[in-house]
Structures are given as structure tokens and as C-alpha cells.
């Protein structure tokens, strides 16, 4: 590789980092709970050194979004929210003892490590399940889960990771991605 494309290469990486460096600052800010110059310069600075002493790996944006897919996760989404906390509070206040708890592990197709992440975030947010740890290696979400007793209670909630998973897929994975939930 020439100097000349190893530079390009260093400067696509840069662009790369933007969205992140702008959120770090934005974060930063809100933290802060100011908006002034010097919470900028100091955002900005600390963003570029925890990027550079934290290196992670970019996480790969396929660059394709349907807007009607998102927004039919985000109703859906919107709606196991309200549900859940519905069932948990009923369970919480309930005279009978809570069915039972248990982990679950729940088999995703994707191999995107963007997927994978919004899928474990969304399926924590909901109220009554908690992922407990993500398995990259094999694309395994572990998650603990209320509300689990004999019967189908399992198969549902792992249902409901793969309905996640598949609103996901179709709002924002990569054309791989959907050629293999098709199958």
C-alpha cells in the first residue's frame, strides 16, 4: 500500500469517528448541564482521548434505513413498553408468588455487531427482561426474564428477541442480513 493510500485510508477513519465524537461532546454537555464554549473544547477533548486510549473496532452501518420499518419498530417497541411495565407491575403487587425467573438463551441470525446491540438494547429497555450477556463469537443473547414457569413462557420470550431482531433487520441491516432471515 502506497503512503499516499495509507493517508486516505487514516483520513476515511477520521470521517468514520465524527458521528461518535459528536455524540461523546453532546453527551458531555448534557452532563454537564451547559451548553457554553468551554464545555465544548473540553467535550471535544475528551472525546478524541478516550477514542484514541479506547480504541474499539467501528461498528459497521450497512447505510441503508427504511424509514417505514423503524417506524413500525418504534411502534411496536412503544407498545411492549407499555405492556411490560403493565405485567410487572401486576406482578409486583400481586397476593400470588411471581411464577418464576430463569435464563434464556436466544439464538440470533444477524452477524451484524450493530443489530446485535440495538437487539440487546431494546429487549433490556423492555420492562421484565434483562440481557445478561451477548455471545459475539456464536451471536448469542443471554437474557434473564420474569415471569417464566412451565409452559410456553420460554419459547415466547425468545420469540420476542427474534421479532426484535427481525424489526431491526428490516429498518436498518444489510442486504446480507435479510437474504438470511429469509432462509
Same mark, same amino acid.
Do not use: C, K, N
Given at each position: 500500500m502506497t503512503e499516499r493510500a495509507v493517508k486516505r485510508n487514516a483520513k476515511v477513519r477520521l470521517w468514520l469517528q465524527v458521528p461518535l465524537l459528536v455524540v461523546l461532546v453532546v453527551l458531555w454537555m448534557l452532563l454537564w448541564g451547559q451548553f457554553t464554549a468551554l464545555?465544548?473544547?473540553?467535550? !471535544?477533548?475528551?472525546?478524541?482521548?478516550?477514542?484514541?486510549?479506547?480504541? !474499539?473496532?467501528?461498528?459497521?452501518?450497512s447505510g441503508r434505513l427504511n424509514v417505514w420499518h423503524l417506524a413500525l419498530f418504534l411502534g411496536h417497541f412503544s407498545w411492549r413498553l407499555v405492556v411490560g411495565s403493565f405485567q410487572v407491575a401486576l406482578q409486583a403487587f400481586s397476593p400470588q408468588p411471581i411464577r418464576g425467573n430463569?435464563?434464556?438463551?436466544?439464538?440470533?441470525?444477524?452477524?451484524?455487531?450493530?443489530?446485535?446491540?440495538?437487539?440487546?438494547?431494546?429487549?433490556?429497555?423492555?420492562?421484565?427482561?434483562?440481557? !445478561?450477556?451477548?455471545?459475539?463469537?456464536?451471536?448469542?443473547?443471554?437474557?434473564?426474564? !420474569?415471569?417464566?414457569?412451565?409452559?410456553?413462557?420460554?419459547?415466547?420470550?425468545?420469540?420476542?428477541?427474534?421479532?426484535?431482531?427481525?424489526?431491526?433487520?428490516r429498518a436498518l441491516g444489510s442486504r446480507e442480513d435479510i437474504e438470511r432471515m429469509k432462509q
Open positions: 464545555s465544548f473544547v473540553t467535550g !471535544l477533548v475528551l472525546a478524541v482521548v478516550v477514542t484514541r486510549a479506547f480504541y !474499539l473496532p467501528p461498528v459497521e452501518f430463569g435464563v434464556i438463551a436466544a439464538q440470533m441470525f444477524t452477524r451484524s455487531d450493530l443489530i446485535m446491540t440495538l437487539t440487546a438494547i431494546a429487549v433490556s429497555l423492555i420492562p421484565g427482561s434483562l440481557v !445478561l450477556e451477548a455471545d459475539r463469537e456464536r451471536s448469542i443473547l443471554y437474557l434473564h426474564v !420474569l415471569g417464566t414457569g412451565p409452559g410456553d413462557s420460554v419459547a415466547t420470550a425468545r420469540a420476542e428477541v427474534e421479532r426484535v431482531e427481525r424489526s431491526l433487520v
